[in-house]
């Protein structure tokens, strides 16, 4: 998408400071964190929302998943747990149409969370 920001930034095209990226995905810090550790993950390709994936996608949100999860215990952030956070669509409070997985630790996360 040629105005998707995070597709800028798989292309290089906006600055990040890249904390993962494999052949699937690229990880980085977000501008608005609301946790010690808050975490962007996104597909590089690009899809709009959780709700827009296809049979095609799984695939990658698999690989997605499982490259969070490796990434946290690098971080060992499974001491002390985390929470992976997907909004879809604007009442969700989805901003950036690209899908994305918030990683979020470092403190004690309350319940339910909105």
């Known amino acids: 998408m040629i105005d998707c920001i995070f597709c800028k930034i798989v292309k290089k095209i906006i600055p990040a400071k890249i904390l993962f990226e494999s052949e699937n995905s690229i990880a980085f810090p977000d501008i608005s964190p609301t946790a010690p550790t808050h975490i962007l993950f996104i597909p590089k390709k690009h899809i709009e929302s959780l709700?827009?994936?296809?049979?095609?996608d799984e695939k990658i949100?698999?690989?997605?998943?499982?490259?969070?999860?490796?990434?946290a215990r690098s971080q060992s952030l499974e001491k002390?747990?985390?929470r992976i956070v997907n909004n879809m669509g604007k009442d969700a409070g989805q901003t950036v149409?690209?899908?994305h997985f918030h990683l979020l630790a470092g403190r004690e996360f309350n319940w339910p969370p909105g």
Do not use: C, P, R
């Open 51 to 56: 709700d827009k994936l296809s049979i095609d």
């Open 80 to 82: 002390n747990g985390y």
């Open 97 to 99: 149409f690209h899908i």
């Open 61 to 71: 949100i698999g690989k997605l998943m499982i490259e969070i999860s490796e990434f």
